[in-house]
């Protein structure tokens, strides 16, 4: 299990109440509990995550293996507007500063967060492959890609990771109806991790969101079509498979989400993000229960999200 930190920043959730002394000392927790991956981004904050993850963990680097982002470049933080720049030329001064807020000599993981449609993918990961050969990056992997996308980059330098929206009720990456498009099974067959972010479904997944639930301005789930105020009445209904085998195990609903992602291989490492330690603690106890296979049978059948039905 690893954690997400976007949220120690202000960047998708709205968090008037940041406090960069208060986050040292959750990631500093995080680590001492056995969290050892830290899952970040440049643009998180527009540099401020990598910073704070800089600074809090310096001491203790060798404990701990980060991964970054690097090919999107923020418009507008207060609209969360962006684009992609998949340019040789930006994706070196991007892994430079990114090392500098780290205060590290090299980045373990280094994502190409989105590919450009601008630029050939074997442009900007060749870019990547080549700081790999001279040291500033350990390993390389991509972010939210097909099959065909993996297999483009494979051919030039191994793949160690890909990352994308895994969760009870966001399957694309298993492939779905795609013939192909498995990218959790490309990368079990290719010696990839496969690291799915908002594996709680953006929060909907703890069963703490109701039709009722509002977000403070800023927050993306104001503008995601799953968190109206009629889609989270009608999507419930995915809970309640989840509820069910929660309750035979004697579990939170967080739990049984994230045994679900680990039950799809070992190759799965989920990386939930969270501002509270006891949830913290909650999501590492997911890697101790085992689901049965009437569990998976019940979780595999989740309804899908309202808007995705045809």
């Known amino acids: 299990m690893g954690l997400g930190c976007a949220g120690l920043s202000p960047w998708m959730y709205a968090r008037p109440d940041l406090d960069d002394r208060a986050w040292a000392s959750l990631l500093n927790a995080v680590v001492d509990l056995g969290i050892t991956l830290l899952d970040t981004a440049d643009v998180y904050g527009e540099g401020h995550n990598e910073q704070l993850i800089g600074r809090a963990l310096g001491h203790r680097r060798s404990e701990v293996l980060v991964a970054t982002k690097v090919g999107m470049v923020v418009d507008d933080l207060a609209t ?4 992609c720049d998949g340019r ?5 001064a991007a892994v430079e500063a990114s ?3 780290l205060g590290s000599d090299s980045v373990d993981l280094c994502y190409l967060h989105r590919v450009d449609p601008a630029v050939p993918l074997e442009e900007s990961w060749g ?6 050969k001279d040291g500033r990056i350990r390993h390389i992997g991509l972010s939210d890609v097909d099959v065909r996308e993996a297999e483009r980059a494979h051919r030039i330098h191994p793949v160690a990771a890909i990352q994308s929206e895994l969760s009870l009720w966001s399957r694309a990456a298993l492939g779905g109806r795609q013939v192909g498009e498995d990218v959790v099974g490309w990368c079990a067959r290719n010696g990839a991790l496969f690291v799915p972010f908002s594996p709680l ?5 703890t069963g703490t969101i109701t039709p009722d639930t509002s977000f403070a301005p800023g927050d993306l789930r104001t503008r995601h079509p799953r968190f109206t105020s009629a889609a989270r009445a009608e999507n419930r209904r995915i809970l309640t498979p989840l509820r069910k085998v929660a309750e035979r195990h ?3 609903e967080s739990q049984v989400a994230l045994a679900w992602l680990l039950a799809q291989g070992e190759h799965v490492v989920p990386i939930p993000g969270t501002t509270r330690l006891a949830y913290a603690r909650s999501n590492i106890r997911a890697a101790n229960l085992a689901l049965t296979p009437q569990d998976l049978f019940e979780l ?3 309804p899908p999200p309202a808007e995705d039905r045809p």
């Open 80 to 83: 969360l507007t962006w684009h």
């Open 88 to 92: 040789p030329a930006h994706l070196r």
């Open 300 to 302: 595999d059948n989740t």
């Open 250 to 252: 004697d579990a939170p």
């Open 201 to 205: 479904g953006r929060g909907f997944l």
């Open 99 to 101: 090392l500098r807020r």
């Open 127 to 132: 870019a990547l492959a080549s700081m790999v």
